[in-house]
């Protein structure tokens, strides 16, 4: 039976023959045909050329396998090392003290990196009544981390809007926002702490900037500051009805505006406008009411920082106020025997 050029290729490979060169290889193809009974008639130059080739490729299949298996079994004892490694981690975990005291410590880690070394600041929220006329500035103390919100009110509550890009400063010192529907608002965030900064802001309709003061502190911090305008701004829904009203204060509501009832005065009550107030010191009526007063005309005015219109009078028994928009009237009574003298007028019986 003839043996295909395969089957010698493969007993030479066998025989550890393969590394042979190409002339000793046919001899040895010879003397192995022979003793297989192979007539080496048989065996043509095609036949040494194809086992040659098939020879040499079996060769190299069988060293890559050898490679191989230099890589196999490194890649065998790394898994071999991480399953002992898992197992290990299972079988001698942390102990349940020691996974609490590592959790603690990275929480104090953290807290100390975040924590203020002052400790946390006081947030307070304010009302104040700002002159634009004023030699003062608006004074804000806030510290990094905290933004302080300024808005602004006109003497009808109406939101005063700031104008586009109406905030001027140091970009560095501190960095600002306006916000609001109306643009009335203005945030400030201080960069750097301790620092002190001034900024300005114009106002829609009105001449004058407000200067502010941004202060760097590490106690008390305003987190909002409502400041009323004594003037009407655009948004106004109340037009003005006498000149000079806001436009002077005088010592008595000064008095009002802090909490203090004019000096020498005497309480009234205010029939029909509830949460108003009534003074009289023997010349002059001062009201504290709700709503702006439309009548009597008023010869001082101003606002509490509370938002209450504070107003001082001629002597009367009826006033009109416009409250949300509405007309609504008062009658001041005679809780306390308190004699309001009033001109006579036309109208009384018994003039000439």
């Not at 080739?53 to 230099?70: D, F, H, P, T, V």
């Not at 005291?101 to 400790?119: C, F, M, Q, V």
């Not at 916000?179 to 965030?189: D, L, Q, V």
């Not at 101003?302 to 409250?323: C, F, N």
Request: glycine share 6%; aromatic share 6%; proline share 6%.
């Amino acid at each position: 039976m003839r043996k295909t050029p395969l089957a010698i290729a493969l007993l030479l490979l066998m025989q550890g023959t393969h590394a042979l060169a190409a002339d000793s290889f046919d001899s040895k193809l010879n003397e192995t045909a022979a003793e297989y009974s192979v007539d080496p008639a048989d065996v043509t130059n095609f036949d040494r050329q194809n086992t040659q080739a098939k020879k040499s490729a079996l060769a190299g299949y069988i060293n890559e396998n050898n490679e191989l298996s230099e890589i196999r079994k490194y890649f065998k004892e790394t898994e071999t090392g991480k399953a002992k490694e898992r197992q290990m981690k299972l079988k001698t975990p942390m102990e349940p003290d020691e996974i609490t005291d590592l959790r603690k410590r990275l929480e104090a880690i953290d807290k100390a990196e975040n924590e203020p070394l002052h400790g946390t600041a006081n947030v307070r929220i304010r009302n104040v009544t700002y002159n634009p006329d004023s030699n003062q500035p608006l004074v804000i103390e806030t510290a990094p981390g905290y933004a302080a919100q300024v808005e602004f009110y006109d003497a009808s509550g109406a939101p005063w809007s700031i104008r586009k890009d109406g905030v001027v400063g140091d970009g560095d010192s501190f960095t600002k926002k306006i916000m609001g529907e109306k643009r009335h608002i203005a945030s400030f965030t201080l960069n750097r702490k301790y620092n002190v900064s001034n900024a300005a802001i114009v106002m829609e309709g009105l001449n004058t900037t407000i200067p502010v003061i941004l202060k760097g502190t590490t106690s008390t911090v305003d987190g909002r500051v409502s400041v009323t305008i004594p003037k009407l701004s655009p948004n106004a829904t109340i037009q003005p009805v006498f000149q000079h009203e806001m436009d002077n204060v005088s010592d008595e509501l000064v008095r009002l505006q802090g909490g203090d009832a004019p000096a020498g005065s005497k309480p009234l009550s205010v029939a029909g406008l509830p949460n108003s107030e009534a003074w009289y010191d023997g010349q002059h009526l001062y009201l504290s009411l709700p709503g702006r007063l439309l009548l009597p005309p008023p010869i001082n005015s101003s606002i509490s920082p509370t938002g209450r219109y504070l107003y001082k009078v001629a002597p009367t028994t009826y006033i009109s106020i416009s409250l949300n928009g509405d007309r609504r009237s008062g009658t001041i009574q005679d809780l306390y025997s308190v004699d309001i003298k009033r001109a006579k007028t036309v109208f009384d019986k018994g003039v000439k």
